[in-house]
């Protein structure tokens, strides 16, 4: 019956504003993908509780990153749009699943590793099985084609390892192989700190652009933004080293749709505090429609929760069918 042909499923976590990396990295090449697939975009609350969450600010999140999605071009209507724990079938399969992978494989995630720091015994169980919720995020809806940044990149090798070990316990082929589905995305890095990505957990506003920033906001912090006196190169080699300028200059490449060598070659000899004023104005250009979309759907929080539930709905009409055949097939009916 031509079932799930291509189905894309992205996460992202409500756990605070959404920002320039997030939309560069994943949500506008999301927005691209929606004439290609059929896609399921979901704002990942259960993932968010694997580290402590304020329950009025994940209340809060949740919303303002389903406006987030909207607002950069994402339609409720052609994609589903919705918030996890609303679809018990999530947390159902992770427990399948947990029984399943092995805690050698988990043992090996660096996410853990890197998130869970010196401070390993603290860390809550629910952030050591992240990976396995994961893996049920994507096979509960048996999706093809999973769009992952270089840091999802493990987690989705485990997610088909996961995958393979079930249809091999239960002798089934139930479960498909999710494809990545690598698109060449910038990695946006801090603008105070050109070492660590871009982040809504860093402390500093000023390590990164908010989506719902204004333009002087952005001005600002673009001005801040680190770099060093040497002028912009004529090509990439000049950047070597550099990892603040090769970071505004991705960045205004990615907000162009141009390489960086092209953005090299645009800029080559210029000061950077020319340079910087060119992508205040393309910055601003992109995303001030963007904020002000997601302020408008921020005073409708009616719309914005009528999107998630509907989206829900149908997110349940197509994992329902394929939990109840997990359950089959392991004898839990
Ligand atoms: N700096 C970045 N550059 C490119 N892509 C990025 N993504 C996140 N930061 C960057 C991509 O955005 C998607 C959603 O991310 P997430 O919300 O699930 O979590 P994250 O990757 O942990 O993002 P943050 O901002 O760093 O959140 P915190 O501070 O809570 O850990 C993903 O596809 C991610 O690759």
Redesign the pocket.
């Known amino acids: 019956n031509g079932e799930i042909m291509n189905r894309i499923f ?4 409500p ?2 504003n959404l ?1 320039l ?2 939309y ?4 506008r090449n999301w927005a691209r993908l929606q004439d290609q697939y059929d896609c399921i975009y979901c704002v ?1 609350d259960l ?1 968010a509780i694997t ?1 402590p969450q304020d329950p009025s600010e994940l209340r809060a999140n949740t919303r303002e990153v389903t406006a987030g999605l909207m607002a950069a071009g994402i339609d409720p209507k052609r994609n589903i749009i919705f918030n996890q724990s609303r679809v018990s079938g999530h947390a159902e399969l992770a427990w399948v699943f947990n029984c399943v992978a092995r805690l050698g494989w988990l043992n090996r995630m660096t996410q853990f590793k890197e ?1 869970a720091g010196k401070h390993r015994d603290n860390a809550t169980v629910g952030l050591y099985a992240y990976p396995t919720l994961m893996a049920a995020d994507i096979l509960l809806y048996k999706a093809t084609h999973v ?3 270089e ?2 990149k493990q987690h989705l090798e485990l997610t088909r390892d996961i995958a393979k070990a079930f249809n091999s316990m239960f002798e089934t082929d139930f479960f498909p192989m999710p494809e990545p589905l690598i698109l060449g ?5 801090s603008l105070r700190d050109g070492s660590k ?6 402390d500093s506003d000023y390590s990164r652009i908010n989506m719902t920033d204004d333009a002087d906001s952005i001005a600002l912090k673009f001005r801040k933004a680190r770099t060093d006196p040497e002028p912009l190169p004529e090509s990439t080699d000049g950047l070597e080293g550099r990892t603040e300028a090769a970071n505004l200059l991705g960045i205004y490449g990615a907000l162009a749709d141009e390489t960086i060598q092209q953005v090299c070659e645009e800029f080559a000899g210029k000061p950077f505090s020319q340079f910087k004023v060119q992508l205040i104005d393309l910055a601003v250009a992109v995303l001030a429609p963007i904020g002000h979309e997601m302020k408008r759907l921020s005073e409708d929080p009616g719309y914005v929760d009528q999107v998630l539930s509907t989206g829900a709905d149908r997110a349940t009409q197509i994992a329902t069918p394929i939990l109840s055949d997990v359950k089959k097939v392991v004898g839990l009916t």
């Open positions: 992205s996460g992202v976590q756990t605070g920002h990396g997030n560069l990295g994943a949500i990942v993932h580290t998130k769009p992952v940044g840091d999802q995305a910038a990695r946006v890095m990505k871009m982040s809504k957990s860093d």
